[in-house]
């Protein structure tokens, strides 16, 4: 270990002076920063959950019903083409990945069901908006296209849940980041000192995670490269 790097005091593993937290354990090595951070949230009440998807809704039907008002203040449901259908099927969508996320991003918990139900409470208007464009039938609602535009708006939800989780204020999202960056220049300096040879690279890898199972591929490789070092001595 060099000045360059210093020990995690929770597993000991060696930890660059960029990381916030051990790659190995997950350790806050800046705990003061952490225990202020820490503020217990109350648990939501059934009126500020319902009140987060009423917000999500109204962002999510607002979206597709502006686009639909749009499209019709310029085009005739007899004379609708190709480009103003595909418009018309990615507005419902849309609206809901974005209301998905500004839902999930003021109720802070179960982000992907709360995403997935903007989805389930949009549906009803987007089946509203389309019969200004066609005679909305059993058949109409059954059909593939009409069972694509729901699931795919089911996904959408799920997925506006996702990024909030991800992306959101306080995740760890850009640490992963940061540990993954320097994973690859770990690699890259394994690779280097084995002369590219990527076959060998992998072997110490593998050698060193029969030493540790448990441990992270950034663990696994900053021990390849200290074996090198000491072998090399």
């Not at 217990?40 to 639909?68: C, D, F, M, Q, R």
């Not at 595909?86 to 990945?97: D, E, K, N, Q, S």
Request: proline letters at 5%; one cysteine or more.
């Amino acid at each position: 270990m060099d000045d360059n790097t210093y020990e995690c005091p929770s597993c000991g593993a060696t930890v660059y002076p960029e990381m916030t937290r051990c790659p190995q354990c997950g350790h806050n090595m800046y705990p003061v920063e952490d225990e202020t951070a820490q503020v217990e949230k109350p648990a939501p009440t059934w009126l500020s959950v319902l009140g987060t998807l009423l917000i999500g809704w109204i962002i999510a039907a607002g979206i597709a019903t502006t686009v639909n008002f749009v499209v019709a203040a310029f085009v005739h449901p007899n004379q609708l083409g190709g480009w103003g259908r595909a418009i018309l099927l990615l507005a419902g969508p849309f609206g809901v990945l974005v209301g998905a996320y500004v839902a999930t991003a003021m109720h802070r918990r179960h982000n992907r069901l709360m995403g997935v139900l903007v989805g389930v409470l949009t549906l009803p208007a987007l089946v509203l908006l389309a019969t200004y464009w066609v005679q909305v039938t059993p058949a109409v609602l059954y059909s593939l296209t009409s069972v694509l535009l729901g699931f795919v708006t089911l996904i959408t939800g799920y997925l506006g849940g996702r990024l909030n989780e991800t992306f959101a204020p306080g995740s760890d999202w850009k640490e992963k980041w940061k540990v993954r960056g320097w994973e690859d220049m770990l690699y890259q300096d394994l690779l280097r000192k084995v002369r590219f040879n990527g076959a060998a690279a992998d072997r110490l890898i593998e050698y060193e995670r029969k030493q540790d199972p448990q441990a992270t591929r950034l663990k696994l490789i900053q021990s390849a490269i200290e074996r090198l070092d000491r072998d090399s001595r």
